[in-house]
């Protein structure tokens, strides 16, 4: 399929200057977007000046929440190139969470050429500056206009583009978190291991919750026994004990990260051993009292690698590593970033040149 380029005036092109740039409020002059219908399948793939969308009000997206959604970054390496990071993974990741919803699968090759088309035409909004990055997000929905429950015969698969500035301005930072025993991120056979607005609808209440009580984030445990624990907001969580590094095994409602898998690849190449199993909250309330946890910390695409110096269980708050970020916390997020920006070698070619 070729894709139709429609670009955008000059003076909408040019880029803008901005002193901070906030996570996911400004976009590039472009946008991808394409059509499913039931009789066509994925036609029209077009790039043209970004824009709003007309949907109708009755479209299943909007009442039933059919859709999934991705979230990578290009980054501007040291060397002047522009890198995916593991964008194919990322790709793999969309068509699961689209089967889980029911959404026709988009052709991995093809996804790739439209990312890749559409960064090189906005390729100048991709922040220089270390730390920062070019947050890329696809995502499909349901525009049938249609009342009643059903699977939509009719999608729209867009990506946009958001610079974004370093996650950490004021330093590598630990945050603290707040374990939930009242609500529930995912549960088996629900939709937890895949990217889907509802999961994300759903979690608000609890992380409003935690911020009043002076948390940044919610530890999720699992939902038969409230005992496991699973993610952290919207990241996976590590423990790291006495000589091991573990992670929540997957279990069908954590979502299986990239920057997880990461992270459980290179701890190894650290001299770290890892392992995923199931953790209790009991075990790390335990571990932080007899000081075998070292460091905790969450993961995923946005942060990389967030430190956790706080965890607060039944109104009790326990300090981990003197609320400080941990060494293999900080060694893990140099190494992952060293790749990303091309300053370290890339073991398993996980990062992909972009280039006219
Ligand atoms: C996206 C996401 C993650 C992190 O995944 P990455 O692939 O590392 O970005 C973790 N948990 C949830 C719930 C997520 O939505």
């Not at 970004?50 to 999934?68: M, R």
């Not at 995502?139 to 946009?160: M, R, V």
Request: glycine share 8%.
């Amino acid at each position: 399929m070729e894709i139709e380029i429609n670009l955008a005036e000059p003076e909408k092109r040019k880029v803008s200057q901005f002193e901070e740039l906030p996570f996911g409020k400004i976009f590039t002059p472009h946008m991808f977007i394409m059509k499913y219908e039931e009789n066509k399948g994925w036609h029209s793939p077009k790039i043209q000046p970004f824009s709003n969308i007309e949907l109708h009000p009755a479209a299943i997206v909007l009442h039933y929440s059919q859709t999934v959604f991705e979230g990578l970054k290009a980054y501007y390496g040291i060397d002047g190139k522009i890198r995916l990071f593991r964008v194919w993974d990322h790709i793999a990741r969309l068509n699961r969470s689209a089967e889980r919803l029911c959404i026709p699968q988009v052709d991995p090759e093809f996804v790739f050429k439209a990312i890749k088309t559409l960064i090189l035409i906005d390729k100048d909004w991709i922040p220089k500056k270390k730390g920062s990055a070019l947050y890329i997000r696809p995502l499909i929905f349901a525009t049938q206009p249609n009342l009643g429950l059903k699977i939509s015969s009719e999608y729209l698969f867009i990506i946009i583009l958001s610079p974004v500035g370093a996650y950490y301005k004021e330093g590598f930072n630990p945050v603290k978190i707040y374990v939930t025993t009242e609500y529930i991120r995912a549960c088996p056979g629900g939709t937890g291991e895949v990217k889907t607005g509802g999961n994300y609808a759903a979690s608000l209440k609890a992380q409003e919750l935690a911020q009043k009580k002076g948390y940044t984030q919610v530890l999720w445990l699992d939902a038969k026994e409230k005992k496991y624990v699973e993610e952290v907001g919207s990241m996976n969580i590590f423990f790291y004990f006495d000589n091991e590094l573990a992670t929540p095994a997957l279990t069908g409602s954590i979502l299986p990260g990239i920057t997880r898998d990461s992270v459980l690849k290179l701890a190894p190449q650290l001299g770290i051993p890892t392992k995923e199993r199931r953790i209790s909250i009991d075990e790390i309330i335990e571990s932080i009292e007899n000081k075998t946890l070292k460091e905790c910390f969450g993961t995923g695409t946005a942060a990389v690698i967030s430190p956790v110096g706080e965890i607060c269980y039944k109104d009790k708050s326990y300090i981990i590593n003197e609320g400080k970020t941990g060494e293999l916390t900080r060694k893990l997020f140099e190494y992952i970033t060293g790749i990303q920006y091309g300053e370290k070698e890339d073991p398993f070619n996980w990062t992909v040149i972009v280039e006219d």
